[in-house]
């Protein structure tokens, strides 16, 4: 199974970097799967629908979103409440009687005749939200599925800390197929097949403004770096110099059996 990943579409520029790139990436890897992150795609920000629709024209198949979509629900709840709504956002919320968080976090997919499931998570360390822990949700959501036969097991885990990538692959080896860190927007070049067959890399990194402050203006957050002081909302850069990173894997009997970072640079 052929699987296109990339993270954090960031604004315009990562939006229109990625769409005129996705056309030669499509024919050079021939994708069973393309997964995509839309956290930061509407200017920096939470996504609207327009651009959700838009990624589905490119043919992507599935979106993944943690906590920023839930600040813009006005403009994409009616989307994401449809049952065929191609995005996921993090599977570890609390499930309450107080709130009722929409969505799902995990998703099948089945296309050219593969299998694959797709599972959002978010860490538990250094984030904004309080959430259940990743790792024992990981091991209910793979027993919930364990009379199931899939051609690959993908989690898309939203961390700060990169030794939790590290700890999520060893413990679930051979049960996953593979586990890519995203959050911190840029690329890292450790990505590790395991023994028993599960693939690793810490982050597949960002697609958009290439000298930014990983896709920000610098205007918009100079102050935080030399006062301390969050001053105002972050903007995104609009320098037409971009970067599209990914990553490509592919997965046979469910093991990874390869895996290939994608940066590009170019200028729109």
Known sequence: MKILIFWDIYGRVGRNAFLRELPTLKQKYSPDVIIVNVDNISSGRWPIEKHLRELEKAWVDIMTAWDHIFDNMERVGEYLNQK???????ANYYETKELFIPWVGEKIIEKNGKKMLLVHLLSANAMRDLVYNPFLKLREILQKHSQETFDAIVV???KEYTSEIYGMGLSFDWEI????????HIQSNDELILDWGTGLMNDVGMSGS???VIGADLSSVQARF??????????QSLDERYVVNGAFIEVENKKCTLIEKIRIRGKL
């Open 156 to 158: 898309d885990f939203h």
């Open 84 to 90: 065929d709504a191609r995005i996921i956002r993090a």
């Open 210 to 212: 290439l000298h930014s």
């Open 226 to 235: 030399f006062s301390g002081i969050n001053k105002g909302k972050i903007e």
């Open 177 to 184: 197929s593979f586990a890519y860190g995203t959050h911190t």
